[in-house]
T-cell receptor
């Protein structure tokens, strides 16, 4: 089964606007993480939220987690051109050695 | 800040050839992972490795794949006989502590092109 599906698949916004993307998953999780990937580059960890947490902030990032709906959202406030990237959610479960299952990602383009 | 490094950045090989992708983990990290990302698709877990043993592997990680830590520093992924469908970005990731509440640190990836 697919784990960690993001929507929208693509998002185009202007600098200063907020960007919101969502992630849904199917199985029980222990944590959900968001990563950023610039074109052709590696994955950069943004934020981790545990299954017993509902909201977390880090700078301009705000993540929510609703385990009853098996969904999470990532909000980037006051976006900048440098935020242009693909954003992936990844879930971790108790029955794994830290294995992460990634979604398909949301491609965000921020225009100046 | 310590980083995970990977070599080579790009590897081109002929179908049927063996390739070895190398990763240098962050020095005090004990848990190692390989993931791959076929162009335009999601990142997929291949294998996790701890204490010189495979901890977990996915269906993708068949007999053509192997991992080892030959010298206590490098962590390698070997594909014995490459296929066209092995073309992908391969990412190494490491973690100081296994698991569930810890971020993984990813390397920049190796782009493998099989012709």
């Amino acid at each position: 089964s697919q784990q960690g599906e993001e929507d929208p698949q693509a998002l185009s916004i202007q600098e200063g606007e907020n960007a919101t993307m969502n992630c849904s998953y199917k199985t029980s999780i222990n944590n959900l993480q968001w990563y950023r990937q610039n074109s052709g580059r590696g994955l950069v960890h943004l934020i981790l939220i545990r299954s017993n947490e509902r909201e977390k902030h880090s700078g301009r990032l705000r993540v929510t987690l609703d385990t009853s709906k098996k969904s999470s959202s990532l909000l980037i406030t006051a976006s900048r051109a440098a935020d242009t990237a693909s954003y992936f959610c990844a879930t971790g479960t108790t029955d794994s050695w830290g294995k992460l299952q990634f979604g398909a990602g949301t491609q965000v383009v921020v225009t100046p | 800040e310590p980083e995970v490094t990977q070599t080579p950045s790009h590897q081109v090989t002929q179908m049927g050839q063996e390739v070895i992708l190398r990763c240098v983990p962050i020095s005090n990290h004990l848990y190692f992972y390989w993931y791959r990302q076929i162009l335009g698709q999601k990142v997929e877990f291949l294998v996790s490795f701890y204490n010189n043993e495979i901890s977990e592997k996915s269906e993708i990680f068949d007999d053509q794949f192997s991992v080892e830590r030959p010298d206590g520093s490098n962590f390698t992924l070997k594909i014995r006989s490459t296929k066209l469908e092995d073309s992908a970005m391969y990412f190494c990731a490491t973690n100081r502590i296994a698991g569930v509440y810890n971020e993984q640190f990813f390397g920049p990836g190796t782009r493998l092109t099989v012709l």
